[in-house]
C-alpha cells in the first residue's frame, strides 16, 4: 500500500518531483531548500471546496460574505484563476485595478479598461464589489505628485471620485473610501499621516473624500480602511487608538461613513499574537455603529520552515486563531483574502523568505489547489453570528 504521503501525490506531482531530483542531482543542489524556480513536489491534501463546501456558500450559511481581491491580468489569461474565483467568491475587490496609478495615467484621462473589465467578470458571476481604494497616499501616477499643489489638490480629490464612484454608482457594495491614513510614526498628536493629501489639502480631505463618496455613490458602504491595528503589540495599540480618534471625529462631524476595514496582514508565529485588543477595538466600532470588513487577509509565512506541510498547517492555524477572534465579533460582516493563489501573492516581493521559497499565504496553492487554510477559515465561520438587534451599542471589551 503507498504510504500517506505518497497517496497525496498526483502522477504529475511525483513526475515533477523525479525531475527535480534530476535536476538538483545534475545541479549538485541534494539536500537544498526547494527555490523558486524548481518544480514543486508538494500537494497539500485533497479537499473538497465545490458547491455547498465552497467559501462563498459556507460564509453565506454564518451570515458572511466572502471572497478574494482579484488581478484583473489574471482574469484575463487564466481560466483556472477564473474558476475559482467565479465559485468561491461572494463579494471581490480589485487588487490594483481601481487605484489612482491604474485608472490615471495622465491628469486629463481615465483609463477604465481594467477596472470595468473586473466589473464586468464580478457581475457576470453576481459576485458583490468592493472597490479599492478612491484617496491613498501610495500607488499614485508619477504626474499627481509633479502637478499637485495647495490650490488644485482639493479640486483634484473631488473630480477624481465623482468621476470613479460615479461610474459605478448603485452597484459597489462598498468603496475603500480613504486607505491608511494614520502613520503614528509621522509624530502629529492626531496620529494623522503627513501624506500628500495631508500636506495639500488639510486634515480634512478624508472628510472631503467621504462627503464626495456619498454623494458620488449613495448606496455603496464608505469605509475607511487600515494595517498594523491587528495584533497585540503596543505600536499597534497605538494605531488602533489613533483610528478610533480619528472615527469619532468623523462620527461627531457626520461625515458619511458606514465601516472598517481592518486588512490583516498577519504573521504565523508573531511574537505579539491576535485577540483581546483587537475584539475590543471591533466592539468600539460598533459602539459606533460601524460594520467592519476584514479586508485584505494573508499570513506571512517568514518565521516558519521551508517544509511546505509544516509551513501550511503554521499559516493554517494562524487563519484560525485570527477568524476566531475576530469573527466572534457579530458586526464583522466580511472575510476577503489578498489573493486567490499563492503563486501570485504579493508578499513574495514584499516580504521575501530568507530561503527564496515562495510564501504559502492564501486558501489555494500555486496550482489552485485548496489548502489547509481554506478548510482552517471556512471552519472559522462556524465562529460567527451576525448582529440579531440593530447594533445597539456595546460597551468595549476590557
Ligand atoms: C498591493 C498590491 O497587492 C500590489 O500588487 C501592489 O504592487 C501594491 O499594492 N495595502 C493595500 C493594498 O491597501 O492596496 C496593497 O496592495 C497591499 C497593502
Known sequence: MASSATARLSRRDILL?????????????????????????????????????????????????????????????SDAYRRVAAEQCSLAVPENAMKWAAIRPTRAEFN??????????????????????????????????????????????????????????????????????????????????????????GDDYIETAFRTAREADPSALLTYNEYGIENESYADAQKRAATLLLLRRLRQRNVPIDAVGIQSHIKARSMQGYGPALRGFIRSCRAMDLEVFITELDVDDRELPTDPARRDAGVADTYSAYLQAVLAEPNVRAVLAWGIDDGQTWLNSHSPRADHDSQRPLLFDADFRATPAFAATTRAFATHTPDQAAHPAVPPLR
Open 17 to 77: 518531483g523525479a525531475a527535480a531530483t534530476a535536476t538538483a542531482a545534475v545541479l549538485g543542489l541534494q539536500g537544498c531548500a526547494p527555490g523558486r524556480g524548481l518544480p514543486r513536489v508538494y500537494a497539500p491534501p485533497p479537499l473538497d471546496v465545490s458547491g455547498d463546501r465552497s467559501l462563498r456558500v459556507q460564509a453565506a450559511a454564518h451570515g458572511l460574505l466572502a471572497g478574494f481581491a482579484l488581478s484583473v491580468p489574471s482574469l484575463k489569461t
Open 112 to 201: 477604465f479598461d481594467e477596472a470595468d473589465a473586473f466589473v464586468a467578470f464580478c457581475e457576470g458571476h453576481r459576485i458583490k464589489m468592493r472597490g479599492h481604494n478612491l484617496c491613498w497616499h501610495d500607488y499614485l501616477p508619477p504626474w499627481l505628485p509633479a502637478e499637485a499643489t495647495a490650490s488644485n489638490a482639493r479640486a483634484l480629490l473631488v473630480e477624481h471620485i465623482r468621476t470613479v464612484a460615479g461610474r459605478y454608482r448603485g452597484r459597489m457594495h462598498s468603496w475603500d473610501v480613504v486607505n491608511e491614513a494614520i502613520e503614528v510614526g509621522d509624530g502629529r498628536p492626531d496620529g494623522l499621516r503627513t501624506s500628500l493629501w495631508l500636506k495639500l489639502i
